[in-house]
């Protein structure tokens, strides 16, 4: 997701991270531009996502991505 947000910045873009705040305690984060949100629970993650987010898109990853792409595609 950081190469994506990186090239959205690039073209003009705005970009907003929300990242839960387990991941930036423990540096799970890589390199990032744009606003960055921190929240405390994954939960709160993806009502922001649906607060702020206009689209979503989910790039292949592990069984949580596809959890978290599920939970919005069941909100919209």
């Known amino acids: 997701m950081g190469c994506v947000s990186i ?3 690039v073209h003009g873009r705005r970009v907003l991270g929300i990242i839960p ?3 930036t ?3 799970l984060i890589g390199k990032t531009c744009g606003k960055k949100l921190k929240v405390a629970t994954m939960h709160e993650r993806l009502l922001k996502m649906m607060e702020f ?3 979503f898109i989910a790039l292949p ?3 949580g991505t596809l959890a978290e ?3 919005i595609v069941f909100w919209a």
Do not use: C
């Open 61 to 63: 990853d592990g069984f």
């Open 7 to 9: 090239v959205a910045v």
């Open 53 to 55: 987010g206009d689209a």
């Open 25 to 27: 305690e423990k540096n």
């Open 69 to 71: 792409l599920f939970q």
């Open 21 to 23: 705040l387990a991941f």
